[in-house]
């Protein structure tokens, strides 16, 4: 059998069997609604309030600044409308390279009657914070910039562009789920107000995550009902969920640095290897301010699910950069953003590294993909001659 290897951690990760074992009791005897009042209830309230600790300890923040909701998605829609509606009316600067959950709750919003202004990159994927000092107006409401992108991991100058917005007494909201428990997130250095973070990609269950809302910044709930969240998030709360979330952050507060000096070195390990084996291959984001296990890379004149499908055969799983939508292949935005040339963008392969990977995974991957790739490029009709 072959050999499998998980390189797609910026999509999902496997949960941790910590985590696993943490909310195993929220499933049986501690199944109660933490809203009652009796026992039952008290001790999934327990359970809820623990997870809360240990995700406000990990932010260094109020135990009330955080919020948990079902997804990063939800985190990201909470923070825009919830920022914007509570204004009215307004302006809002993003950029062109954010995830959907920001760019089309932006798009909605463009509906109702906000202006926004969408910033472009530069080649390496970073916002210039000299435009987002440009673009603000005088009834700009909201900055929201990721922290790093989850396809290519350029990390944005958040440091430089949180300060902008507090001087300009605006709310900056940063979408930190691919940063949140795998490099430092300073929320008073950087000017943080608003921060979406999710389990998911961090060891811990699907469906719960977190936004962090600092005290005093207006945001109006987005979803009507109980009380839960103080009256910001209605919703029985997933209690199991969010207590293997919990678990979740309170190991990566402890693995999260020597992790991403290990990862880093088998990332560039792996793309050296590549460059190394592969003509007509270049690398996609920053060079050296990206997220420690993310490599995005191009093969010129080789379509990317044709590589995708071809690593799975061999039991390695990475991600495409390009889309199929309605049968027509597309680039990927966020490539085409940055610059990319067409002829490049198409062949764009993502592998995301993660706790479970080893330097034999990475001598397999170079193993298998560079002959790969090889036939590939023989067989494609559009290889240049
Ligand atoms: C995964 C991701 C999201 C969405 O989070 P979910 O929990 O999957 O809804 C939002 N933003 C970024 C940058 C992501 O990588």
Redesign the pocket.
């Known amino acids: 059998m072959n050999r499998r290897v998980y390189l797609d951690h ?3 990760t496997q949960v941790h069997p910590e985590v696993v074992a943490a909310m195993l009791p929220y499933f049986g005897e501690r199944f109660g609604n933490p809203s009652s009042v009796h026992a039952f209830g008290q001790e999934a309230r327990e359970g809820l309030e623990i997870a809360r600790e240990q995700i406000s300890h990990f932010l260094g923040v109020g135990k009330d600044e955080v919020i948990f909701t ?7 829609n909470l923070a825009v409308k919830g920022v914007a509606w509570a204004r009215g009316t307004g302006h809002i600067i993003t950029s062109e390279i ?5 760019l089309r709750t932006c798009q909605f919003l463009e509906g109702q009657g906000f202006a926004v202004t969408y910033l472009p990159v530069d080649g390496e994927g970073l916002v210039d914070p000299d435009d987002v000092r440009r673009a603000i107006r005088p009834d700009t409401i909201l900055i929201t910039i ?5 396809e290519v991991g350029t990390v944005q100058p958040v440091e430089a562009i949180g300060p902008i917005a507090r001087e300009r007494g605006i709310p900056f909201h940063v ?4 940063t949140f428990g795998k490099i430092p997130i300073d929320l008073d250095r950087f000017r943080i107000d608003l921060l ?1 973070f ?4 961090i060891y811990g269950p ?4 977190g936004l962090y809302v600092r005290k005093g910044t207006k945001m109006v709930a987005v979803q009507h009902g109980g009380e839960h969240e103080r009256r910001r998030r209605a919703g029985t709360e997933n209690v199991p969920a969010i207590v293997g979330f919990g678990k979740a952050v309170e190991i990566r507060a402890r693995e999260m640095g020597a992790e991403a000096l290990r990862l880093t070195a088998l990332r560039n390990k792996l793309w050296a290897g590549i460059g190394a084996r592969v003509p007509e291959v270049r690398l996609n984001g920053h060079p050296t301010r990206r997220l420690p296990g993310t490599l995005n890379m191009c093969f010129r004149n080789v379509e990317s699910e044709s590589i995708v499908l071809g690593l799975d055969l061999k039991g390695v799983g990475v991600s495409a950069g390009s889309a199929c939508t309605s049968g027509n292949v597309e680039p990927s935005y966020v490539l085409v953003a940055m610059g990319v040339p067409l002829d490049w963008a198409m062949g764009s392969v993502r592998a995301t590294l993660g706790r479970e990977n080893t330097e034999e995974d990475i001598d397999y991957v170079l193993e298998v993909l560079p002959p790969l790739v090889e036939r590939i490029r023989s067989l494609s009709p559009t290889a240049v001659s």
């Open positions: 910026n999509a999902s079902s997804g990063g998605t939800e985190s990201d954010e995830h959907h959950a920001v990721m922290h790093a992108n989850s979408d930190g789920v691919q979406s999710s389990s998911h990609k699907k469906g719960v995550a």
